[in-house]
């Protein structure tokens, strides 16, 4: 009787441990789960995928007008041409500015007229930047209390060209001879500008003081012999959020 009383006993103490052993299996494995996805486990392609920002999100687009300046003695057509969406820009060492009289550098430029003194605004557009163009402004906000314009980028001919905020803050090298998408925004309220290309921002700069501002871009004044830019896509923003 003892010996049958002895052997349930063991084969019920049997039960309850395979049982136990199944509960702390299940109970474990979660965890085993986590560990094995764990931050330092991860490969790198496991990261999360990066996306460039949109500058022009939650803006309006608005319409806008434009002017050409050229030198003064000479055709329209001599130093700007428009063709399948493109504006074309070009100036010479020994060229004339806008106005007989004038005593700025060379011109050829598309104004926007779309003055304004307060507010946010944002221009787009994309640029392509032909080698040889130096000492060249592309792109410029107009107006400032201590200069005459707020922001100015400037194309040198290091590194395969080289875009700066006017001779300081390099934005990008190596930009001959390539499509780059460019968007500045001016909080003229704070007095600050954001400047972004493709799509990636590049800096945050004080915007030289409040006046009447307006948009630029095509090539003005230059240090090398002969300096081209052709400009597409150019649009106007209005009211939108800066610096995202």
Known sequence: MNIVTSKRSLTALLRI?????????????????????????????????HTEANPTSGWTQTSYTYGIQTPWNLPQSDRYSYSSGEHHFWIYSDDECQ?????????????????????????EGDVYIVSGSAGTDIMQVF???????????????????????????????????????????????????????NSTLKGTFADRGNATHYFKCGVYNISGSR??????????????????
């Not at 085993?32 to 330092?40: N, V």
């Not at 106005?99 to 221009?123: A, I, K, V, W």
């Open 143 to 197: 107006g400032g209390a201590t200069n005459a314009t707020a922001i100015m980028l400037k194309i040198h001919s290091a590194s395969g060209g080289t875009i700066k905020r006017y001779d300081n803050e390099t934005l990008m090298t190596s930009a001959y001879n390539k499509w780059i998408h460019v968007n500045v925004q001016h909080d003229a309220d704070n007095g600050k500008i954001y400047v972004y290309l």
């Open 17 to 49: 441990a395979l049982l136990c052993a199944i509960i702390l299996t299940a109970g474990l494995m979660p965890g085993c789960k986590k560990t094995s996805t764990s931050t330092a486990e991860r490969k790198p392609n496991d990261r999360p995928i």
């Open 99 to 123: 106005f007989e009289g004038c005593t700025t550098g060379p011109r050829s430029e598309l104004r926007m007229n779309n003055d304004y003194t307060s507010g946010r605004h944002q221009f």
């Open 227 to 244: 300096s081209e830019t052709r400009w597409k896509n150019i649009k106007y923003w209005k009211n939108g959020p800066v610096g995202q």
